[in-house]
């Protein structure tokens, strides 16, 4: 059974400064992975998508990283404002017999001060 | 602009009530999801459905029920709700033979008393 864990759960840190979140899966037979960014009370927002084949993605600030292998991926933001401060999720798919599922880690919930 | 609509941001219903809860998206995916989001447990699939009239459960089934009739319209139904049920619903739709990208509504905060 697919495992996501995400470290860590929780991060405080100063505008401008540059940071990274981890997401590690145990099963590395996984057909892309998704992060994610949700807000208090609100739904989930799709940021990046890394098919399977590939090392990362980029979109503004923000750079993913896969490392399938491992069961590693890694988001990368550039830079954080206090906007930023969101819950963030990662999670990784795998095809199923008409469709597909995805199992997600539990989330960093990160807070960018000023 | 991709857009899944949920029918009720919050929701209060009693203990043995059945609960609906209705999704809706305009993007013609053929894939729709039903998550619970609680806290320390993250997101759990309810159910999920690749076809109109085609499902299939996800890991926390029980309890629950689902219905599509329509490709756009995806529903979850509580048949006696419980106060275990109390928590976050989303729903999501992804299209099918692309990479999948899952697009979520704004979520339904059920609780039940």
């Known amino acids: 059974k697919q495992e996501v864990t995400q470290i860590p759960a929780a991060l405080s840190v100063p505008e401008g400064e540059n940071l990274v979140l981890n997401c590690s899966f145990t099963?590395?037979?996984?057909?892309?992975l998704q992060w994610f960014r949700q807000d208090p009370g609100k739904g989930l927002t799709s940021l990046l998508l890394?098919?399977?084949?590939?090392r990362e993605q980029t979109s503004g600030r923000l750079n993913a990283s896969l490392d399938k292998s491992s069961g590693r991926s890694t988001l990368y933001i550039a830079a954080s404002q206090p906007g930023d401060s969101a819950t963030y999720l990662c999670?990784?798919?795998?095809?199923?017999?008409?469709?597909?599922?995805?199992?997600f880690g539990t989330g960093t919930q990160l807070k960018v001060e000023l | 602009d991709v857009k899944v609509t949920q029918s009720s941001r919050y929701l209060v219903k009693r203990t043995g009530e059945k609960v609906f809860l209705e999704c809706v998206q305009d993007?013609?995916?053929?894939?729709m999801f039903w998550y619970r989001q609680d806290p320390g447990l993250g997101l759990r699939l309810i159910y999920f459905?690749?076809?109109?009239?085609?499902?299939e459960k996800g890991d926390i089934p029980e309890g629950y029920s689902v219905s599509r009739e329509k490709k756009e319209r995806f529903s979850l139904i509580l048949e006696s709700a419980s106060t275990n049920q109390t928590s976050m619903y989303l729903c999501?739709?992804?299209?099918?033979?692309?990479?999948?990208?899952?697009?979520f509504g704004p979520g339904t905060r059920l609780t039940v008393t």
């Open positions: 999670a990784v798919r795998r095809l199923t017999g008409g469709g597909n599922k995805l199992t």
């Open positions: 459905s690749y076809d109109v009239k085609m499902k």
């Open positions: 890394i098919q399977s084949s590939q």
């Open positions: 993007m013609d995916h053929e894939n």
């Open positions: 999501a739709s992804t299209r099918s033979g692309s990479s999948y990208e899952q697009y």
């Open positions: 099963d590395s037979a996984i057909y892309n």
